[in-house]
């Protein structure tokens, strides 16, 4: 996979990979009887393994410079592998909190495996885990592509997505040892969220240099709102983790908000890591992947324009509604639910400028399982940003915050719209990348296709039973005027829809695996492999200065 | 002026300022205020900080997830303040870093769950909800009555809170240990440090039944017992006080 | 910088809903600018040329 890296970069790699283990060594030392002392060895191991890995390759020949007139794809190969692994996990571990419920003394007794612990493994595994890979894989192949220029060196790449990984797995076991800042979608504690700052701003720069080597004058509207992601999730990021630490050997650290302020900025966060992360970022990946597969343009590229300001300006007042009806001062509150409900626009118009462009493609769509994820994908963004346009309604919102109506509108986006256009677009991108001339198994993507929109429509079904009932059971009255249910009335209404919910997560996890195992055979098999194109291929660089400098 | 917008947006860097410039603008108009505005907090002089053993208990709060399915903030519904008791004021959560307002209500609300029920009840029903209630989905944390609590860095938790703005004194910072101990061995000599640095209201007793251990189970039940205590203001402001 | 409520407040009646207006009418007026629709229908095609063939 790294075969490519040159003598410098192999170099550069051994002298970053020294640095890491060195930090995790300062860390355990520092940490004591710290549970941050795991995190020191667990950091020093990966960055260990790296060198190993990189001294394997260290005395092979040097890549020749034909490399540099193709697309450099390792990199977005194995983001893709790991993103499918990291579903396959945080969809099992979602689907193990939703038996939780109905089942909770399936714990073995122990903290890690409890409901409370869980809950943010899963949320990080397939927010961050399965959908920031997709997304890091898929913009270097967009940038690009669009770009018509080669990634700017080879290291750095690699950088990004590893050291992405390493973020995700510090997060992910920090949880189950009871590391968390407890601020939503944001829990990895400060030394962990220092190292993701320095990764993305990293992401940032490929961006940057690639874009400064492009070919075509004008930027493609995909990179646009990967752009927008990359940004605007790093001031997210920095504001929202604000925090001081006990000491440098704990991980434990103290927002440096409080109360109100602190409610403000964490779902001012919140809501535009929906935004920015779930939302830009896969209509970056849907600007591309849903015109490209279907074999038609964008059907208003104009429109696209209109909604990325829309969507960059309108989200970002949004959060608030988040905090109706309580300590939070009303003008604020009315300011995010009149934004919110703004929002449907510039939303609406990227759903039907991704349906329009289908329009005369219909034939394709009734074919092909992978565009009708994505044209499914498309359908569910509609509906979920109407729907959150309306829970962001105050008085709507009276009924159904605190209830399970939001876990059903969360899992319309995320099953729904994220994992959907995700799935459509590996499915896309892998007989390519592999030089394929189709998937491993064209059924076996119609079978994930039934499972994945079965299983969500299940899913959110059920949430949207419990958590309608929940919300009229909390705000009944009886004759006598006094309420009328008890809060354990309302739980035991809610058991059959928690055993629905979690058929409809094993359905869908069910799918998860079938597309992963369909990706492996398609890697492993070796089918027609097509003859390389020379019309794939950078534009060559006029007046021989190098592509690339050494160490770039 | 088109032709200055397009070689703009040409411009990598151009589209970078862009982004940052339009989505800058809602969080500044929004967030910022909230620091500046002095009506955002209203005033509570009887306001108290986490003794050490409150703290260390909302830090087991924060470590196990329970707010995952368990809200601190009573809206200002009328089914909600009769459920629960009175809503939430801003002020209740000023010392609160970060705040555990929370987003689901899996289980009820807790802001007001201070003094609702027994420390029996809660050891009990921590140690496993469903010999209390038979139809609780809650985890069963068996393992808190078990576990020493670690006090020997509590000083420096303090100092990290009054980094951040929580007014801890230079006293309590130096016997954050010895009052966490005392706060829960009501008969040891470390007891009436506590009531002298935090107040004659603090609760100080052994709240896991077992006086001379000092467990995360001690820490978790402070933590609750004092939810929604730390002011009278929610009882006696507008709404709440003519209810 | 001061930028308090009173700032904000004032800033937002001095025409706070013509800026938001004005706003949407630079993008509506650059995504439609006649001189533009060169470029644009260009990139809308672009993502279709030169790409790796499809895989069937």
């Known amino acids: 996979m790294i075969g490519q890296l040159t003598k410098a970069e192999r170099q550069y790699a051994l002298l970053i990979l020294l640095g890491i283990g060195l930090c995790g060594l300062i860390l355990g030392i520092a940490s004591k009887d710290d549970p941050l002392g795991i995190h020191g060895a667990l950091i020093g191991i990966a960055a260990l393994a790296g060198v190993f890995k990189v001294i394997s390759i260290y005395y092979d020949p040097e890549p020749d410079d034909e490399r540099l007139t193709r697309y450099y794809d390792d990199p977005t190969k194995f983001g893709i592998i790991l993103a499918m692994i990291w579903a396959v996990f945080g969809l099992f571990i979602g689907d193990w909190v939703a038996w939780l419920l109905v ?3 399936f714990t073995f007794d122990a903290g890690w495996a409890s409901f409370g612990r869980l809950r943010p493994v899963h949320t990080t595994s397939v927010l961050f885990g399965f959908g920031g890979n997709a997304l890091i894989a898929t913009s270097y192949y967009v940038l690009q592509r669009t770009s018509r220029a080669r990634l700017p060196d080879q290291l750095s790449p690699w950088f990004v997505l590893l050291g992405y990984n390493l973020f995700c797995v510090l997060a992910v076991t920090g949880y189950m040892m009871g590391i968390t800042q407890s601020k939503e979608y944001a829990e990895p504690e400060w030394y962990a969220d220092i190292w993701l700052l320095v990764v993305w701003v990293v992401y940032f720069a490929i961006y940057l240099r690639t874009l400064a080597r492009r070919k075509e004058p004008h930027i493609y509207v995909a990179n646009w709102y990967y752009m927008a992601f990359i940004l605007v999730i790093a001031i997210l990021h920095i504001v929202n983790n604000l925090a001081v630490p006990v000491s440098f050997g704990s991980a434990k650290s103290y927002s440096l908000f409080s109360g109100v302020q602190d409610a403000m900025t964490e779902w001012w966060y919140g809501h535009n890591a929906v935004a920015f992360f779930l939302t830009a970022g896969f209509l970056g990946m849907m600007y591309y992947f849903v015109p490209v597969r279907a074999g038609r343009p964008i059907y208003s590229y104009r429109m696209s324009i209109i909604s990325f300001w829309g ?31 703004m929002l449907l626009i510039p939303s609406w118009a990227s759903a039907a400028n991704a349906l329009l462009t289908l329009n005369g493609a219909w034939d394709k769509v009734r074919d092909d399982a992978t565009l009708r994820f994505m044209m499914v994908a498309a359908v569910f963004y509609g509906i979920t940003t109407f729907e ?12 159904s915050h605190y209830t399970d109506w939001t876990v059903g509108h969360v899992h319309a986006g995320a099953l729904g719209w994220v994992a959907m256009i995700t799935f459509g677009s590996i499915y896309t991108i892998v007989p390519w990348l592999w030089k394929r001339d189709r998937m491993y198994s064209p059924r076996l993507v119609e079978v994930h296709f039934w499972l994945a929109l079965a299983g969500a429509v299940v899913y959110v079904f059920a949430m949207w039973n419990s958590g309608i009932i929940q919300g009229l059971m909390w705000r009944t009255y ?25 058929i409809g997560g094993l359905l869908f996890l069910i799918g998860g695996i079938v597309g992963a195992y369909n990706i492996w055979m398609t890697i492993k098999t070796e089918s027609k492999v097509l003859p390389e194109s020379g019309a794939d291929a950078p534009e060559p660089v006029l007046g021989g200065e190098a592509v690339l400098q050494p160490g770039e | 002026m088109f032709g200055l917008h397009y070689r703009l947006e040409r411009k990598a860097i151009g589209l970078t300022l862009g982004i940052i410039l339009v989505a800058s603008i809602g969080g500044l108009v929004e967030i910022a205020p909230l620091f500046t505005i002095h009506q955002t907090v209203e005033d509570a002089p009887d306001m108290r900080v986490y003794t050490p053993l409150e703290l260390a208990g909302r830090n087991v709060y924060i470590r196990e997830g329970c707010y995952a399915c368990h809200s601190q903030m009573v809206r200002t519904l009328r089914d909600e303040v009769e459920r629960y008791g009175p809503y939430s004021l801003a002020v209740e959560s000023k010392y609160d870093h970060p705040m555990l307002w929370g987003s689901k209500r899996t289980g009820p609300d807790l802001a007001r769950i201070g003094g609702k029920y027994s420390d029996e009840w809660h050891v009990a029903h921590l140690n496993n909800p469903r010999d209390v209630l038979s139809v609780s989905v809650m985890p069963a944390y068996s393992w808190l009555l078990k576990t020493t609590l670690r006090t020997d860095d509590l000083g420096a938790h303090l100092k990290a809170q009054r980094a951040v703005g929580v007014p801890y004194t230079d006293d309590m910072i130096a016997n954050a240990s010895k009052d966490a101990y005392g706060q829960a061995a009501p008969d040891s000599p470390y007891a009436d440090g506590v009531t002298q640095r935090y107040g004659k209201a603090t609760n100080v007793r052994a709240f896991d039944g077992k006086p001379g251990e000092l467990t995360e189970m001690d820490a978790l039940v402070a933590y609750l017992q004092v939810l929604g205590r730390l002011t009278d203001a929610a009882h006696k402001s507008g709404a709440n006080a003519t209810r | 910088m001061d930028l308090g409520h009173g700032t904000l407040v004032w800033f937002s009646k001095s025409f706070g809903l013509f800026y938001l207006i004005a706003l949407s009418i630079i993008t509506a007026a650059y995504a439609y600018w006649p001189s533009n629709k060169k470029v644009f229908d260009h990139a809308a095609k672009s993502v279709l040329r030169n790409e790796d063939e499809p895989w069937r």
Do not use: C
């Open chain 1, 103 to 105: 089942k909770p003394d």
């Open chain 1, 311 to 341: 969507i960059t300006f309108f989200y970002m007042w949004a959060g608030s509604h988040h905090l109706h009806y309580t300590a939070l001062p009303q003008w604020v509150q009315t300011l995010g639910m009149t934004f919110s409900l």
């Open chain 1, 388 to 399: 959150g346009s309306f829970l962001a309604i105050r008085s709507v919102n009276s009924l």
């Open chain 1, 478 to 502: 009886n004759e006598s005027g006094t309420l009328a249910y008890s809060f354990v009335d309302s739980l035991i209404a809610m058991r059959p829809y928690y055993i629905a919910r979690a």
